[in-house]
T-cell receptor, first 116, second 111 residues
Framework: NAGVTQTPKFRILKIGQSMTLQCTQD?????MYWYRQDPGMGLKLIYY???????DKGEVPNGYNVSRSTTEDFPLRLELAAPSQTSVYFC???????????????FGEGSWLTVV | GENVEQHPSTLSVQEGDSAVIKCTYS??????FPWYKQELGKGPQLIID?????GEKKDQRIAVTLNKTAKHFSLHITETQPEDSAVYFC??????????FGQGTRLTINP
C-alpha cells in the first residue's frame, strides 16, 4: 500500500491564481481530511469527508473547495489564491472503528504552497 | 469550540534522560487522545493513543497518561535517543474522527 499520496509536493502561486491539490489513498478508508499547518503551529482542519459524495467544513474552510466523487480521491481546490493561504497542506484518511487501528488518522507527506 | 493547549513549545533534554509533554483539553465529552510525531519535511505519524476508559498506556519507551477529572494527558518518553528529536503533537477527537491538534512541541535530544 502506498498509503496517502499528495501532489504536488511544492508549488508557487501568484495572487489570484487557482489550483488543485490532489490526494488519493489506497487503504479503502471512508474518512478523508485536509489540514493546513502554518509555521510553528498545529494543524487546522479545512474540510473533511465521511464517504463518497459527502463533504463538510472544518475549522478554516474559507477560500477552499473540495469534492469526493470516489472513495480514493479527495482533491482540494484553491480559488483566487491569497498570501494567507501560504502554508503546508496535509491530506489524511482514516476508517471508523474501535479496533487497534480504528480512529488512527494516516497523513500524506504534505504539499508546500507559497502564494506571492 | 474545543481547545487543546500543549506545553512546552520547545523542550531540550540530554540523551538518555526523560521527556514529558503535557496537554489540556476543554470538552469533557472527549474520549480519544492520540499523539503524533512529525519529522522534518514529513507528515505526522501516530506514535501512541489512549482512550478515555484507561488511565495509562505504554509502548516500549513511550507512555501516555490521562487524567479525565483534570482534563489533561501527557506523553512520557524515557531513555531518549537522538532519533526522538522531532515535533510532537497531541490531539483530541471531536467526533467523525476529526482531530483538534495542540500547537506542537519541538523536542531536541542533545548528545
Amino acid at each position: 500500500n502506498a498509503g496517502v499520496t499528495q501532489t504536488p509536493k511544492f508549488r508557487i502561486l501568484k495572487i489570484g491564481q487557482s489550483m488543485t491539490l490532489q490526494c488519493t489513498q489506497d487503504m479503502n478508508h471512508n474518512y478523508m481530511y485536509w489540514y493546513r499547518q502554518d509555521p510553528g503551529m498545529g494543524l487546522k482542519l479545512i474540510y473533511y469527508s465521511v464517504g463518497a459524495g459527502i463533504t463538510d467544513k472544518g475549522e478554516v474552510p474559507n477560500g477552499y473547495n473540495v469534492s469526493r466523487s470516489t472513495t480514493e480521491d479527495f482533491p482540494l481546490r484553491l480559488e483566487l489564491a491569497a498570501p494567507s493561504q501560504t502554508s503546508v497542506y496535509f491530506c489524511a484518511s482514516s476508517y471508523p472503528g474501535q479496533g487497534k487501528s480504528g480512529n488512527t488518522i494516516y497523513f500524506g507527506e504534505g504539499s508546500w504552497l507559497t502564494v506571492v | 469550540g474545543e481547545n487543546v493547549e500543549q506545553h512546552p513549545s520547545t523542550l531540550s533534554v540530554q540523551e538518555g534522560d526523560s521527556a514529558v509533554i503535557k496537554c489540556t483539553y476543554s470538552d469533557s465529552a472527549s474520549n480519544y487522545f492520540p499523539w503524533y510525531k512529525q519529522e522534518l519535511g514529513k507528515g505526522p505519524q501516530l506514535i501512541i493513543d489512549i482512550r478515555s476508559n484507561v488511565g495509562e498506556k505504554k509502548d516500549q519507551r513511550i507512555a501516555v497518561t490521562l487524567n479525565k477529572t483534570a482534563k489533561h494527558f501527557s506523553l512520557h518518553i524515557t531513555e531518549t535517543q537522538p532519533e526522538d528529536s522531532a515535533v510532537y503533537f497531541c490531539a483530541d477527537n471531536q467526533g467523525a474522527q476529526k482531530l483538534v491538534f495542540g500547537q506542537g512541541t519541538r523536542l531536541t535530544i542533545n548528545p
